[in-house]
DNA sequence: GAGCACTGC
């Protein structure tokens, strides 16, 4: 069926790239004296190619010489073996065709399906045509993952016999493997955008391939939009979007009715089953189903889809404990049940690649495994040897409440996009089968096409202040492809002013330009810049960097009471940011030799792994500070006010972000939102502050407001006087508090100036 | 008295 489909639209596109290149050939093509010096010399390997007329031919011949074209080195043997399995790819056979519909058009829209071999071939083709050895002008192809970056690098640096880091290199955070020499940069989708920023026509790229572009991350959607204002007033810049699924024409249309190539994928049939009657309760129907798999299906391991640690965790149980007993009663063969899940250690991750257990006895059956995981095996890990695929149709996804500003987890039904997704991942070794818990009529009638891309789920200040300082004058107007709720955009642009990032206009500050710089939060990056003013600016470094890494705080099911006792010993009676505080020291304090501090990380139920990253974020966050001539200051330690700074820093990002206490006890209320909530059972914080300010505001069970630290009221008034403003109040009990604090604060300063 | 799907800069 795919297959049909992806016919038709290649069919449909095959004309109006006609089109294209026919206009093309008319006006574009003329023979220009002035860029002759992009021709190749007549004694270089490339003679006789003319850059953006090359075919395939012509690549052939110069893939097959003794000696790499570009570096002048004899070719290994391995080199020979690895083109010979590149030919066998399917987008190989399409080779000409594309490199025909590439010279055609500026943007180009590429969909191969997976193991069509698009993201390792298609840029090197792009490489032969666009002789960045001459032009000096790279090419991109952006991921949305970091190891995807690397690894394609990696590989593609070993299909062009080259050295990884020099003529094929990759760019991500914290790690920039290119070189003088480098033609082509795979990339994170983040990492072009922060280019961007400094370089808003991106002039260093002749051609820029935007990868798994039906991910919609938020990143690739900023781009599409920039790349499409990029192209019209650069138009020697070429684009190509490549996608994996068949949602290709919403992309065409966006860009302009751009051509369109389609390249079949290599992988094996699944068969699909659906349940006759909608399940009542998708875990137990799971587990069941997982159970009548091993028991009656021939050899070959299963994949369950579940949406979250707990319910991994439980399944897992469940699982082994009768898979036990079918062992035992119907003498079936042994099954090894994994959880995965993104939280779990690397080394439990790493444990889902173990071969399957082998017969219990001689002649008895053969084991099999059993992977049970969230969505991170949809797309960021692939396991092979996976035959049965369980799918519930479920999965958690982020969604953003702009009228209360809070982003939360909610699990929902997933696309039609994601099931075929997770169907995929029974046939990457032979044919497979996938068992989908819901009938097919909910398939055709109730799931979503495509899963909401991310711009749509998010709280947007971050993405907006990004545009500001990526010369996005007109944010109405800035064609996205799926433009987010107005009300989002509003919101986002409200906490941007009231953060001074944006001025009343709506015009960047200098403020914002310099928060923009930060790999952080406006927030963060406010609080951040803010803090020389406190005397406190390694300290905010350091919490900053806690706060933007997954909880440092280990609490393992079966220990949590010994976890609770060691975090205690961190615990700071202001609040939790002090506390992150106090263990980053005490981490900090115990030497560089990774092992003990594994050891020290282990015995005091911290993660070893948030820290170093957290550690990682820091330095890169200090280099910025210098950059921008911020100053590194601390309040001595024996200085009464050296946590009071800290504290009142904190303010300078989170004025927003405060609750008090509500005279009836335990609630707070949060201040301009008026919503109630408690703080989160993880706090250190004592009950005795009657204003607080929160990291997050966090919607599971109840309203939680997590990681929060005492504060007072008078501070508000002073550093964020704005906000803070008493005659913009609402009547109310915030205000009278507020009221009361002012007027102790003029009769205290009235007290000094008659001393 | 409880949670954190997954990425990215």
């Known amino acids: 069926m795919s297959d049909m489909a992806g016919k038709r639209t290649s069919a449909e596109s095959d004309e109006s790239s006609r089109k294209k290149a026919k206009k093309g050939d008319s006006d574009g093509d003329v023979y220009n004296p002035y860029l002759a010096h992009m021709d190749p010399s007549p004694d270089s390997p490339f003679s ?76 090197q083709y792009v490489v032969f045509d666009e002789l960045p050895n001459i032009t000096g002008k790279l090419i991109a192809c952006t991921q949305p993952r970091r190891v995807a970056a690397m690894s394609v690098a990696q590989r593609v640096a070993d299909e062009m016999d080259v050295k990884l880091g020099e003529e094929v290199g990759y760019s991500i955070r914290f790690e920039d493997k290119t070189g003088p020499k480098t033609m082509l940069k795979y990339m994170t989708d983040g990492m072009l955008l922060r280019e961007a920023m400094h370089d808003h026509d991106m002039s260093r790229y002749s051609c820029i391939i935007l990868d798994e572009a039906h991910e919609r991350t938020l990143a690739t959607d900023i781009l599409m939009a920039l790349l499409k204002q990029i192209a019209s007033r650069r138009s020697d810049l070429k684009i190509i979007i490549m996608s994996a699924t068949l949602d290709a024409q919403k992309f065409q249309r966006y860009f302009n009715d751009a051509p369109l190539l389609a390249v079949p994928g290599r992988t094996h049939p699944v068969e699909i089953f659906y349940t006759p009657e909608p399940e009542r309760d998708y875990v137990e129907a799971a587990i069941r189903t997982v159970l009548q798999i091993h028991a009656s299906e021939p050899d070959g391991d299963i994949l369950l889809f579940l949406t979250g640690e707990d319910e991994i965790e439980d399944a897992c149980r469940k699982i082994s404990l009768e898979a036990e007993e079918l062992t035992r009663e119907v003498d079936a063969g042994p099954l090894a049940v994994y959880p995965l899940y993104g939280s779990l250690p690397p080394q439990q991750q790493q444990r889902i690649f173990d071969k399957a ?13 059993c992977i049970i995981s969230t969505n991170i095996a949809e797309t960021s890990l692939t396991i092979d040897g996976i035959v049965y695929v369980v799918d519930p149709g479920f999965s958690k996804q982020k969604i953003y409440n702009p009228r209360i500003r809070v982003e939360s987890l909610l699990v929902s039904p997933i696309s039609k996009a994601s099931a075929q997704q997770r169907a ?90 310099l928060a923009s710089e930060f790999p952080l939060d406006p927030a963060l990056a406010v609080m951040l810049i803010s803090s020389p003013e406190f005397y406190c600016s390694n300290e905010i470094l350091s919490i900053t960097s806690l706060l933007s890494v997954p909880q440092i705080w280990v609490r393992p099911a079966n220990n949590r009471k010994r976890a609770d006792e060691m975090k205690a010993h961190f615990s700071h009676p202001d609040g939790d940011h002090l506390t992150l505080l106090n263990a980053y020291h005490a981490f900090r304090g115990q030497g560089s030799d990774s092992n003990m501090l594994k050891q020290w990380c282990h015995e005091h139920f911290l993660s070893f792994r948030h820290l170093s990253s957290a550690d990682n974020v820091r330095a890169q966050l200090k280099r910025i500070m210098e950059t921008h001539s911020l100053d590194l200051l601390s309040t001595p330690f024996e200085d009464k006010n050296y946590y009071t700074n800290i504290r009142r820093a904190l303010l300078a990002g989170f ?21 109630a909530v408690l703080i989160h059972p993880s706090t250190v914080l004592r009950a005795e502050f009657d204003w607080v300010l929160y990291n997050e505001f966090v919607l599971t069970s109840k309203q939680y407001i997590r990681t929060c630290t005492g504060i007072r009221p008078e501070w508000l008034l002073e550093i964020a006087p704005t906000y803070y403003d008493l005659e913009g109040f609402e009547d109310g009990e915030v205000k009278r508090s507020l009221q009361r604090a002012a007027e102790k604060k003029r009769r205290k300063e009235a007290m000094k100036a008659g001393r």
């Open 48 to 123: 006789g190619m003319t850059r953006r007329q090359v075919t395939a031919e012509q690549i052939s011949k110069v893939e097959d010489l003794s000696a790499n074209a570009f570096t002048g080195v004899e070719h290994t043997q391995k080199y020979f073996q690895i083109l010979q399995t590149r030919r066998e790819l399917p987008v190989h056979k399409q080779r000409q065709e594309f490199l025909d519909k590439y010279h055609s058009t500026q943007i180009l829209v590429f969909v191969g399906e997976t193991g069509s071999g698009k993201t390792t071939q298609i840029p």
């Open 357 to 369: 257990p082998p017969a219990l006895r001689k002649g008895g059956r053969v084991g099999r495994k």
């Open 424 to 513: 995929g991942r029974a046939g990457r070794t032979k044919p497979g089968k996938c068992f989908r818990l819901y009938t097919e009529k909910a398939f055709k009638k109730e799931l979503i096409e495509q899963t909401y891309p991310e711009i749509l789920r998010s709280n947007l200040a971050n993405t907006v202040l990004e545009l500001k300082k990526l010369g996005v004058e007109d944010l109405v107007h800035f064609d996205l492809m799926d433009p987010p709720a107005p009300e989002t955009m509003m919101r986002a642009l409200e906490e941007l002013n009231y953060l001074a990032c944006l001025d009343d206009d709506g015009e960047l500050t200098t403020l914002g330009g």
């Open 655 to 675: 004025f927003m972000q405060v609750g008090m206490k509500e005279s009836s006890g335990k609630v707070y209320r949060t201040v301009k939102d008026h919503q």
